[in-house]
C-alpha cells in the first residue's frame, strides 16, 4: 500500500538513487517511500542536479506500482504525480500551475521538480521511483528562480505534515490511473498547464518564436501552434522563455 512503509535517512547521495539500490538487493517493496535531509547528488530532469538545504525541504522518493502499465502511457505517471502535487499546494492555500512537462510553479517560481524513473518489462512498466523534490522552509535560492512553502505561507511548516498529506494525495489520485480513466487525468493535467492557450516566447534548435501552447500528445509531447500549425515538442526540444 502506498506509503505504508516510510523511511527516513539522514543522508544519502539521491533518494532515487536509494530506492534503486535496495531495488537491486531485492529489499523494497512497492508503496515504500524514502525520504532524506539530505542529498549529495540530487538528480534533476535532463542530467541536471537538484540543489537543497540540508533538512529544509522534502527530498521524496516512492518506489510505486504502476499496475502494469503498458509504456505508451507513461505519461500518464508524469500527469499523475503533478496534479497530486498540485492538489497538496491546494490543501496548503496554495494555488499553483504545472510547467511542462513536470515543474511546479507558484507566480511562475519554481517550488518543485519531479523525476520519475520507470523499470520496464519489455513494454510494461513494472514499476516506478518516483522522486519529488520540494522546497519547504528554504529561502534563499540565490539566482534561481525559485519559491518555497515558507515564502509563500509566511511560516515555517512541518515537512512531516507535508509528507502525509502528499501520501493522501497521491492515493486518492491512483485511484484514477488504476481505473485507467486516463482521459480525467488530461483533463486535470491541462486545467493546471502553465500558458495553454497563451501566446507566448518560447526557442528551439532555430531559435525564438511566438507560439501558443494547445495541449499535450499521449505520448507527453508538447502540442504547439505556431504560423497556424501545430508542432509536437519533445522536452529536449524547446525552451520556454516568457510568457507575452
Ligand atoms: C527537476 O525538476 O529537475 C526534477 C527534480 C527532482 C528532485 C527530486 S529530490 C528527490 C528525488 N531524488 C533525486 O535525486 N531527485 C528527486
Given at each position: 500500500?502506498?506509503?505504508?512503509?516510510?523511511?527516513?535517512?539522514e543522508?544519502?547521495?539521491?533518494?532515487?538513487?536509494?530506492?534503486?539500490?535496495?531495488?537491486?538487493?531485492g529489499?523494497?517493496?512497492?508503496?515504500t517511500v524514502?525520504?532524506?535531509?539530505?542529498?549529495t547528488?540530487?538528480k534533476?530532469?535532463?542530467?541536471?542536479?537538484?540543489?537543497?538545504?540540508?533538512?529544509e525541504?522534502?527530498?521524496f522518493?516512492?518506489?510505486?506500482?504502476?499496475?502494469?502499465?503498458?509504456?505508451?502511457?507513461?505519461?500518464?505517471l508524469?500527469?499523475?504525480?503533478?496534479?497530486?502535487?498540485?492538489?497538496?499546494?491546494?490543501?496548503y492555500?496554495?494555488?499553483?500551475?504545472?510547467k511542462?512537462?513536470?515543474?511546479?510553479?507558484?507566480?511562475g517560481?519554481k517550488?518543485?521538480?519531479?523525476?520519475?524513473?520507470?523499470?520496464?518489462?519489455?513494454s510494461?512498466?513494472?514499476?516506478?521511483?518516483?522522486?519529488i523534490?520540494?522546497n519547504?522552509?528554504?529561502?534563499?535560492?540565490?539566482?534561481?528562480?525559485?519559491?518555497?512553502?515558507k515564502?509563500e505561507?509566511?511560516?515555517?511548516v512541518s515537512?512531516?505534515?507535508?509528507?502525509?498529506?502528499?501520501?493522501?494525495?497521491l492515493?486518492?489520485?491512483w485511484?484514477?490511473?488504476?481505473?485507467?480513466?486516463?482521459d480525467?487525468l488530461?483533463?486535470?493535467?491541462?486545467?493546471?498547464?502553465?500558458?495553454?492557450n497563451?501566446?507566448?516566447?518560447?526557442?528551439?534548435?532555430?531559435?525564438?518564436?511566438?507560439?501558443?501552447?494547445?495541449?499535450?500528445?499521449?505520448?507527453?509531447?508538447?502540442?504547439?501552434?505556431?504560423?497556424?500549425?501545430?508542432?509536437?515538442?519533445?522536452?529536449?526540444?524547446?525552451?520556454f522563455?516568457?510568457?507575452?
Amino acid at each position: 500500500m502506498l506509503g505504508r512503509k516510510i523511511i527516513q535517512i539522514e543522508c544519502c547521495d539521491s533518494t532515487n538513487n536509494y530506492v534503486a539500490n535496495l531495488l537491486s538487493d531485492g529489499k523494497i517493496e512497492y508503496g515504500t517511500v524514502i525520504l532524506s535531509d539530505m542529498q549529495t547528488k540530487g538528480k534533476g530532469q535532463r542530467g541536471a542536479s537538484w540543489l537543497s538545504n540540508p533538512g529544509e525541504n522534502l527530498l521524496f522518493s516512492l518506489y510505486l506500482d504502476t499496475a502494469n502499465l503498458s509504456v505508451k502511457n507513461q505519461f500518464v505517471l508524469t500527469q499523475y504525480v503533478s496534479i497530486s502535487v498540485v492538489h497538496v499546494l491546494e490543501k496548503y492555500g496554495l494555488s499553483s500551475c504545472v510547467k511542462w512537462p513536470n515543474d511546479i510553479l507558484i507566480n511562475g517560481k519554481k517550488i518543485a521538480g519531479i523525476l520519475i524513473e520507470n523499470q520496464l518489462q519489455g513494454s510494461t512498466i513494472v514499476g516506478s521511483i518516483v522522486g519529488i523534490g520540494l522546497n519547504v522552509n528554504q529561502v534563499d535560492f540565490g539566482e534561481l528562480n525559485a519559491t518555497s512553502l515558507k515564502l509563500e505561507k509566511g511560516n515555517f511548516v512541518s515537512i512531516q505534515d507535508f509528507v502525509f498529506s502528499l501520501i493522501n494525495e497521491l492515493k486518492s489520485f491512483w485511484k484514477i490511473v488504476e481505473s485507467r480513466n486516463f482521459d480525467l487525468l488530461e483533463k486535470y493535467y491541462l486545467s493546471y498547464l502553465w500558458l495553454l492557450n497563451e501566446e507566448s516566447i518560447f526557442s528551439d534548435h532555430n531559435g525564438e518564436f511566438v507560439g501558443v501552447i494547445r495541449g499535450v500528445e499521449k505520448n507527453g509531447k508538447l502540442k504547439m501552434e505556431r504560423d497556424s500549425k501545430i508542432i509536437n515538442y519533445d522536452l529536449k526540444e524547446i525552451k520556454f522563455k516568457s510568457s507575452m
